[in-house]
């Protein structure tokens, strides 16, 4: 009896240790999300740029932890490496562009993506009488959805758009997170966030099959 009690006590350490830990170092992750979302706005490369689309989904699980349990967090984590790989399975040539350092504008969509990092940066204070929480989800969670705008104002290509719209539904995911703790909810936003990779899968593939000859 006595060696149960001590094991759930020194269960309940370890997780409580893990969430220590995630809270502390909760700005990494916003570091992480930046630097992913910097990559896919300058990146030519469009595997590349898929993997930094699935390091973001890191940053997300992280910052979704501090508000739901682990276990829902890494849900988050394993659809946006599964809508990685959908993206990542079709043709993407109409998706690639030349190398950074040739590629027109990369010096300005690198400017904007600065500059919805400072203007997120300012609004967060305003943000926690709304968005309850540690500042670093609704730092995070503004400037993902704030890089997905720009994503999508930049770029006409199918998967482009479709990277920018899941960019923006999960900045979304992680301010809802300090809001709503539903479990129907959360894997409702899996469902869409898998749904919109099935659906950019699909048009690119039609785009490729369509400029077959």
Do not use: D
Not at 124 to 142: C, D, K
Not at 205 to 211: C, D, N, P
């Amino acid at each position: 009896m006595g060696a149960g009690i001590s094991g759930v006590a020194h269960y309940g350490g370890s997780g409580e240790c893990e969430v220590i830990f995630l809270e502390k170092f909760s700005l990494v992750a916003v570091i992480i999300a930046g630097g992913a979302g910097m990559l896919m706005l300058t990146l030519g490369n469009w595997r590349r740029s898929l993997l930094a689309f699935a390091v973001q989904y890191l940053a997300v699980f992280w910052l979704c932890s501090l508000s739901l349990s682990i276990g829902i967090s890494a849900i988050k984590l394993i659809t946006g490496v599964m809508a990685a790989i959908l993206l990542a399975g079709v043709p993407s040539e109409g998706e690639e562009t030349t190398e950074r350092a040739s590629q027109p504008g990369w010096a300005f969509r690198l400017l904007a993506g600065l500059l919805v990092w400072i203007v997120m940066i300012f609004l967060e204070p305003a943000m926690a009488a709304v968005i309850p929480g540690s500042p670093s989800i609704r730092l995070g969670g503004m400037a993902l959805i704030g890089m997905g705008f720009v994503q999508l104002g930049i770029s006409s290509r199918p998967g482009r758009v479709v990277l920018g719209l899941l960019t923006f539904l999960a900045g979304f995911e992680i301010l809802y997170s300090a809001l709503e703790k539903s479990v129907l909810v959360m894997g409702l936003l899996a469902v869409v966030t898998l749904g919109l990779a099935f659906t950019g899968s699909f048009l690119l593939t039609a785009k490729e099959l369509g400029e077959t000859p």
